[in-house]
C-alpha cells in the first residue's frame, strides 16, 4: 500500500476532495515521522507502536571475503503489532 492508495481509501470512504485526502495522509505520516526522530515511541492503539531503539556497537565480520569490520552504534525503528493486529492476522492464515 503506497501514500496513494491510503488518500484515495480516505477519500472513498469520506468521500473528500483527493487533494484533501492527500493532505490528511501527509499530515499524519509527517507527524509518525518527527516523533520517531525526536525518539518519540509512536503507539496507534489497535494497530501497534513504532519503537526506536538503541544498537550497541558490535563486530561484524564480511561472509564473502571474511574481513572484520566494526558496525557503529545508532538507532533503530522497530515495529510491534497489538496484540489486536497479530490475533487478526493469524486469524486469517
Do not use: C
Not at 525526536?38 to 489497535?46: C, F, I, N, P, R
Not at 496484540?83 to 492476522?89: Q, V
Amino acid at each position: 500500500m503506497t501514500r496513494s492508495d491510503l488518500a484515495d481509501a480516505i477519500h472513498q470512504k469520506l468521500r473528500a476532495p483527493k487533494t484533501e485526502s492527500a493532505k490528511y495522509v501527509d499530515m499524519v505520516l509527517s507527524e509518525i515521522f518527527e516523533r520517531i526522530v525526536e525518539g518519540e515511541d509512536v503507539k496507534l492503539s489497535g494497530f501497534g507502536a513504532f519503537l526506536v531503539r538503541a544498537k550497541k556497537e558490535r563486530q561484524a565480520r564480511n561472509p564473502k571475503t571474511g574481513a572484520h569490520a566494526v558496525v557503529s552504534a545508532r538507532l533503530v525503528v522497530h515495529f510491534k503489532p497489538s496484540g489486536a493486529l497479530r490475533a487478526r492476522i493469524n486469524r486469517d492464515s
